[in-house]
């Protein structure tokens, strides 16, 4: 009986070997519905909301919110009114479901309602730099008053007037920066668009804890490891899939891949 023993564990030695070196199965790619541009004209909207139609087609359910914001980020991009897309970003913002799609669009609603505020805020800034040759010390003696005063999230603000870049102190009020109060990285509608932030480049490690599939990433300010509804930096994780995940940030809907 040795003699085949030895053959047995030689067998299940050669198996392990070949297990090893044969590629490993790869997930499938995360769907294409996140790969718009950044930037579009009227002329390629329709094109790109077909694509973004047929890539969707085999997703489940609960992502329909996330690929109809998409919807209306493509139309954004393009550059058209305010107004003709400011409702429906508030019904988005306004949405009180707690799942992890509903609050991460939530967020990222209220990062473009915020723009569509401070393009207000500044026409009215601009309307006292006309008649006092300087941008005001407050909002308010601009007229910014009441809830206006407030950024989507319900904090004040974070207003300052500045100089321009190399000039002296007596400049000061001669150039201004307006953000959300605790969200400076959402930048004013004007610079979204013209040139929208780098898309973020994370490359996750998926984990099984009791059962649930967990994501851990490796930021510039440590590990985070976090379910779908988890936020990682200022992103927030909507989905879980295979091989893939859909998060949000202040400015679109993207993938990273584990």
């Not at 393009?78 to 508030?90: A, I, P, Q």
Request: charged residues 25%.
């Amino acid at each position: 009986m040795l003699p085949f023993r030895r053959f047995a564990t030689l067998g299940a030695l050669v198996s392990s070997l070949f297990a090893l070196l044969a590629p490993a199965a790869q997930a499938a790619p995360p769907p294409a519905v996140w790969e718009a541009p950044e930037k579009l004209t009227e002329a390629d909207l329709a094109a790109a909301l077909k694509k973004l139609d047929e890539a969707a087609a085999p997703l489940p359910s609960l992502l329909l919110p996330a690929v109809k914001f998409q919807r209306l980020l493509l139309k954004i991009r393009t550059g058209t009114r305010v107004e003709d897309w400011r409702d429906e970003v508030k019904k988005f913002a306004s949405d009180a479901e707690k799942t992890p799609v509903g609050a991460g669009l939530r967020d990222l609603a209220l990062a473009w309602e915020a723009r569509a505020r401070m393009a207000e805020i500044d026409k009215a800034l601009r309307g006292y730099y006309r008649a006092n040759v300087r941008f005001p010390a407050k909002l308010s003696e601009a007229g910014v008053t009441g809830a206006a005063a407030n950024d989507p999230w319900g904090d004040a603000w974070a207003y300052s007037p500045t100089k321009p870049k190399g000039f002296s102190e007596k400049f000061v009020s001669q150039r201004y920066t307006l953000t959300p109060g605790k969200h400076p990285q959402a930048r004013s509608l004007e610079d979204t668009l013209a040139e929208p932030s780098p898309a973020k480049a994370w490359k996750p490690t998926a984990r099984d804890v009791s059962g649930q599939r967990v994501l851990e990433f490796r930021t510039a300010s440590g590990t985070v490891a976090t379910q779908a509804g988890g936020r990682v930096e200022d992103a927030t994780v909507l989905f879980i899939g295979d091989g893939w995940a859909v998060l949000t940030d202040l400015e679109r809907i993207f993938t990273v891949t584990f």
